[in-house]
Each structure stands twice: as structure tokens, then as C-alpha cells.
């Protein structure tokens, strides 16, 4: 089903979609580890599933639209296949493109990229921005959604030039955002706001993600600038020698956040899984699903 339907429907049900993120898993037998991935997540009955992918077309990005195929044509549930643009020709993402219909992809999340870690000043490629992407892929047919910053790209300093730009998305044909994660819901309530101001009319759904440990929020910190509030801070530090108590107090962190979310009555909600179903269903049993 294409997801701005399942928006609109779920609008007009006065409803919240909940959807999760997975990740094509690394290594050999790709397609059937991503198989009992997909069944767990899919058993907790999301609005639809997006999977990830490489940027640049490298590493497991090959599997993503077999995976987000298999998601939706063999357990039911709708999915997303995300798609990068950075470093790519006309050609090239053209030739995605034809992979991704042959596979049966519908929804896909149209995204520049993460600047490969070694290059260094310009890359090259027919693409510079998410934008200049989106109306080859709306063109394709495919439905289209794009990412959003509720705290401004890590590359922007200005949120409202981030938000201008979000809207650049939107006038492109996205027809949904997806979040980056935050730690603290008024940092979306805000940005909420700014992106009503900016004639965002589209949902926005918010992705959550569990801190698991110390480790992982440095580097989630270091890669898109999100803040850390005191309260994720302070259990950082009573849980620094107890790394289960902290993988616990990550999970109920982020359970937390949903529920408060969920009372806003915001578009949606995403959940990245890191493929763990267990995280997955804590955060339905907190979101009474
Ligand atoms: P863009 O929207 O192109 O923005 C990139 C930068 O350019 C921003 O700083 C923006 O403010 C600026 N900008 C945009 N338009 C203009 C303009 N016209 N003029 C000047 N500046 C402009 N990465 C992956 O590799 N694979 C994935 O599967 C993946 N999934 C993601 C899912 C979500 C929900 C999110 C939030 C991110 C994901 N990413 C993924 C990471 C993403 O690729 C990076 O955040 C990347 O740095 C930016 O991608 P974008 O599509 O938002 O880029």
C-alpha cells in the first residue's frame, strides 16, 4: 500500500501510524537473515517497515529492494526502500530505478546520502541535494517521502534554512518525512511548529531510537548533532559500569518519548529497531498497539 494512504487513512481514523526502520543485515545469507528479521517485525503488525540501504550503491544496498519486496509481497505488510543519490549519474540511479520496479517496490525514501567518511571537498555525481532526486522518483511512480531534522541537518547551522529546505523537498513531491532521531520531544514540538509556518503540509512521522549504550550514543551524537538532554545524560552515567541497566534504561528512555509524542498527536512514529524485535515490541506494548 503507498504510504500516503496509509496516512491519509489513518488521518481520517484520528489514528497514529507506527511504522519501523530495519537495516539489509551485513554478510552472507543477506536475504534469510533479513527473512527472520523481517517475519518478527512484521508479527507486530506496523503500518509499514522501511529498510535501509548503503549510500553510494555500496555494501548491502542491493538487498534493500529485495528485502522491502519481501516484506510487503510475502508477509503482508507495507514497506519503504530507501534510495541515495550521493556520488551517482543520471544513468546509474536510472538503472536503480529499474531494479527497484523490477523488484516491486512501491514507497520509496528518497536521500542524498552520508558523505562517504574519506572524501574529502567535492564529490561528484549528477545529484547535490535530496531534491534534485525526488522528481525522477515521483516520475517513476513510485510514492515518495524524504528525511527531515527536527534539529537542523548536521551540515546546516541555521534550523529555518533547514526547514526551507525540507520545503524544497515537499515542492519536489515528497509526500512524507521521516525524522532524524532526538532525545527530547521539544525539540520536535518546536520544529513542528517552524515546518507548519514553512507550508510543510505533509506527515511528518518521528523516528525514535533507543540508546543500547554509551558507545552508540556517542556516535549517533557525532553523526547527526543530536542534543543530549540531563535526564539521558544523568542514566548515562548511573548505568556507566552496568551495561544491561543501561540498555534497559535506553529502551524505557525511548518508550517514554513515544507515549508523550503519541499524546501530542503527532502524524506518526517510527521506531529504528536496530533489527531487534525485542525493541520493537517494548515500543508497541508502551503505545498500547
Ligand atoms: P538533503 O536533503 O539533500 O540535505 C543535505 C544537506 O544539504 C543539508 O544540510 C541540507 O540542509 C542542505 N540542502 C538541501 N537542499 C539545499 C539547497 N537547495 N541549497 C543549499 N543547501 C541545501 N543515509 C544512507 O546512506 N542510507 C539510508 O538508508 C539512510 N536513511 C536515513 C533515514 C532517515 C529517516 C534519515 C533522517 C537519514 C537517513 N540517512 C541515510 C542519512 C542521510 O543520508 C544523511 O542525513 C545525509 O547527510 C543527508 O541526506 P538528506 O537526504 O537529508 O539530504
Same mark, same amino acid.
Given at each position: 500500500?503507498?504510504?500516503?494512504?496509509?496516512?491519509?487513512?489513518?488521518?481520517?481514523?484520528?489514528?497514529?501510524?507506527?511504522?519501523?526502520?530495519?537495516?539489509?543485515?551485513?554478510?552472507?545469507?543477506?536475504?534469510?537473515?533479513?527473512?527472520?528479521?523481517?517475519?518478527?517485525?512484521?508479527?507486530?503488525?506496523?503500518?509499514?517497515?522501511?529498510?535501509?540501504?548503503?549510500?553510494?550503491?555500496?555494501?548491502?544496498?542491493?538487498?534493500?529492494?529485495?528485502? #522491502?519486496?519481501?516484506?510487503?509481497?510475502?508477509?503482508?505488510?507495507?514497506?519503504?526502500?530507501?534510495?541515495?543519490?550521493?556520488?551517482?549519474?543520471?544513468?546509474?540511479?536510472?538503472?536503480?530505478?529499474?531494479?527497484?520496479?523490477?523488484?516491486?517496490?512501491?514507497?520509496?525514501?528518497?536521500?542524498?546520502?552520508?558523505?562517504?567518511?574519506?572524501?574529502?571537498?567535492?564529490?561528484?555525481?549528477?545529484?547535490?541535494?535530496?531534491?534534485?532526486?525526488?522528481? #525522477?522518483?515521483?516520475?517513476? @511512480? %513510485?510514492?515518495?517521502?524524504?528525511?527531515?531534522?527536527?534539529?537542523?541537518?548536521?551540515?546546516?547551522?541555521?534550523?529555518?534554512?533547514?526547514?526551507?529546505?525540507?520545503?524544497?523537498?515537499?515542492?519536489?513531491?515528497?509526500?512524507?518525512?521521516?525524522?532524524?532521531? !532526538?532525545?527530547?520531544?521539544?525539540?520536535?514540538?518546536?520544529?513542528?511548529?517552524?515546518?507548519?509556518?514553512?507550508?510543510?503540509?505533509?506527515?511528518?512521522?518521528?523516528?525514535?531510537?533507543? %540508546?543500547?549504550?554509551?558507545?552508540?550514543?556517542?556516535?549517533?551524537? !557525532?553523526?547527526?548533532?543530536?542534543?543530549?538532554?540531563?535526564?539521558?545524560?544523568?542514566?548515562?552515567?548511573?548505568?556507566?559500569?552496568?551495561?544491561?541497566?543501561?540498555?534497559?534504561? @535506553?529502551?524505557?528512555?525511548?518508550?517514554?518519548?513515544?507515549?508523550?509524542?503519541?499524546?501530542?498527536?503527532?502524524?506518526?512514529?517510527?521506531?529504528?529497531?536496530?533489527?531487534?524485535?525485542?525493541?520493537?515490541? #517494548?515500543?508497541?506494548?508502551?503505545?498500547?498497539?
Amino acid at each position: 500500500m503507498r504510504i500516503d494512504s496509509i496516512f491519509a487513512q489513518a488521518h481520517d481514523a484520528g489514528t497514529i501510524p507506527v511504522s519501523f526502520e530495519m537495516f539489509p543485515p551485513k554478510g552472507e545469507l543477506t536475504l534469510d537473515r533479513a527473512r527472520d528479521a523481517s517475519r518478527a517485525l512484521c508479527a507486530l503488525h506496523p503500518d509499514f517497515i522501511s529498510v535501509t540501504c548503503s549510500a553510494g550503491g555500496s555494501g548491502n544496498s542491493g538487498a534493500t529492494a529485495e528485502i #522491502a519486496s519481501m516484506i510487503s509481497h510475502e508477509f503482508g505488510t507495507s514497506s519503504v526502500a530507501h534510495i541515495t543519490c550521493i556520488g551517482q549519474t543520471r544513468a546509474e540511479l536510472a538503472s536503480r530505478i529499474d531494479a527497484y520496479r523490477a523488484a516491486g517496490v512501491e514507497n520509496v525514501l528518497a536521500l542524498r546520502g552520508d558523505r562517504p567518511q574519506d572524501a574529502e571537498g567535492t564529490i561528484t555525481g549528477d545529484f547535490t541535494y535530496a531534491s534534485d532526486l525526488i522528481p #525522477a522518483l515521483v516520475e517513476a @511512480g %513510485f510514492c515518495v517521502g524524504a528525511a527531515a531534522y527536527p534539529e537542523g541537518h548536521i551540515e546546516c547551522d541555521d534550523l529555518a534554512e533547514s526547514v526551507r529546505h525540507l520545503r524544497l523537498k515537499q515542492d519536489a513531491g515528497a509526500s512524507f518525512f521521516v525524522t532524524q532521531l !532526538f532525545f527530547d520531544n521539544d525539540y520536535f514540538y518546536r520544529f513542528r511548529e517552524l515546518a507548519d509556518a514553512a507550508g510543510i503540509t505533509v506527515p511528518i512521522t518521528c523516528g525514535i531510537m533507543p %540508546f543500547m549504550s554509551k558507545q552508540q550514543v556517542s556516535r549517533m551524537v !557525532f553523526m547527526c548533532g543530536a542534543s543530549l538532554p540531563s535526564p539521558v545524560i544523568k542514566l548515562l552515567a548511573r548505568f556507566e559500569d552496568d551495561p544491561a541497566s543501561l540498555t534497559a534504561a @535506553g529502551l524505557d528512555y525511548a518508550c517514554r518519548q513515544l507515549e508523550d509524542l503519541q499524546d501530542h498527536g503527532v502524524d506518526g512514529l517510527h521506531i529504528y529497531t536496530m533489527n531487534r524485535p525485542s525493541v520493537a515490541r #517494548a515500543a508497541m506494548e508502551a503505545l498500547g498497539r
